[in-house]
């Protein structure tokens, strides 16, 4: 679930309960942010007002990852696609080459946007069906490359990364973690570069959190727009433009909600506990629920996997996706390039929601089960 309404589990009436104070707050901010006498939509963002609820965003974005002092944060627009270019046009002048990590359709997209930039290496060939992270031994990385580039998470094939890849000494490794940002603990460090449109787990669409590691910022190519030049954004405080200001707002209101509940390590455990509920479930089925995501590389985020026998059966599945829509359990279809059936278990939906999930899988084997 987010909370822009994208892919998730619930009904609206039960994704109100998971983060009821959040939005009960922001609809009344709506109408009037704190004592300022008018909506949080209308407070300038050259105001106080809204400095301190940018700072307060940027601080514990700060606590939750321990960010270290060395690197900014800066809240920037254009989504997760954005840094596709953003990336690449702050990067890649350092050698004028990158290494792309391609484990599914995201980085694979950010890889073909990079190539506009410069000599891009594909580390791991393109696929038709991505299953899997291969082995690092199977890679060859440039100890020459400006940067190297992965997703941590992808959506569409359910495919993550359960550890941060090596990479060759002085070369910045950059993470796309817009799919799974705060459902774990991170080592900063050990990145040049993190992004992460907001919508999946720590907002609503619109911003997008990027952490960059100082010493990267100041060399962008002669092209880059100013937009996207880290080193502008962070020197004006993500103010050079109007920003996006009431997504930024809900972001602080989240983060402060995932703080309030535990932490990343919190959220880590309720997401183990909700992704291995249903990869219980799949792999119990005696095969009438599938995936051919390896277990080793199978996202705690978003499980992907088929219905009515190995590869799938069509009508099986529509009607799994009916029924399920009739007990609330919303937007479950697989994307349309793999078909079958896709549940997120992002951090704004409970555990208690994916028992839902869980317990009509099991009643639907048993009723249209051979």
């Known amino acids: 679930m987010s909370l822009s309404g994208g892919r998730c589990l619930q009904s609206w009436k039960s994704s109100l309960t998971c983060l009821f104070k959040v939005l009960r707050g922001l609809q009344e901010e709506l109408l009037c942010h704190k004592d300022t006498h008018v909506s949080v939509l209308e407070v300038s963002h050259r105001s106080k007002d809204f400095g301190d609820i940018i700072q307060a965003a940027e601080k514990t974005v700060r606590e939750l990852l321990n960010v270290p002092s060395n690197y900014r944060v800066v809240f920037m627009q254009g989504g997760g696609t954005g840094q596709f270019a953003a990336v690449p046009l702050n990067l890649m002048a350092r050698t004028g080459k990158a290494d792309y990590i391609v484990t599914g359709s995201w980085s694979a997209k950010a890889a073909k946007e990079a190539a506009k930039y410069g000599q891009v290496s594909e580390v791991v060939p393109r696929s038709e069906r991505y299953t899997g992270v291969p082995p690092a031994s199977t890679w060859t990385l440039d100890p020459q490359a400006s940067y190297v580039y992965y997703c941590a998470n992808e959506t569409v094939e359910g495919v993550e990364f359960q550890s941060v890849p090596e990479v060759p000494e002085g070369v910045p490794l950059v993470c796309d973690m817009s799919s799974n940002f705060f459902t774990r603990p991170v080592d900063v460090s050990k990145f040049g570069v993190i992004y992460g449109g907001a ?30 030049d880290y080193a502008v954004m962070d020197k004006n405080k993500s103010l ?3 920003p996006p200001t009431f997504a930024i707002h809900v972001m602080g209101e989240v983060l402060g909600w995932v703080r309030k509940e535990g932490g990343v390590q919190e959220m880590e455990r309720r997401c183990l506990e909700k992704s291995s509920m249903i990869y219980s479930i799949v792999d119990s089925s005696g095969g009438f629920y599938s995936t051919v995501v390896e277990p080793g590389s199978r996202s705690r985020v978003n499980v992907v996997f088929r219905v009515g026998g190995k590869g799938g059966d069509e009508q099986v599945e529509k009607t799994f996706l ?28 409970s555990v208690k929601d994916a028992r839902r999930l869980a317990d009509f899988m099991v009643s639907f084997k048993e009723q249209h089960g051979a």
Do not use: M
Not at 204 to 226: F, K, Q
Not at 326 to 349: D, Q
């Open 322 to 349: 009916d029924e399920a829509g009739k007990l609330g359990l919303l937007s479950l279809k697989g994307h349309r390039s793999v078909g079958g059936v896709r549940a997120s278990l992002y951090n704004a939906l």
């Open 240 to 242: 050079y433009n109007t």
């Open 199 to 228: 919508q999946k787990n720590i907002g609503c669409a619109g911003v997008t959190l990027v952490i960059i590691r100082e010493d990267l910022l100041g060399s962008p190519l002669p092209i880059c727009p100013i937009v996207f």
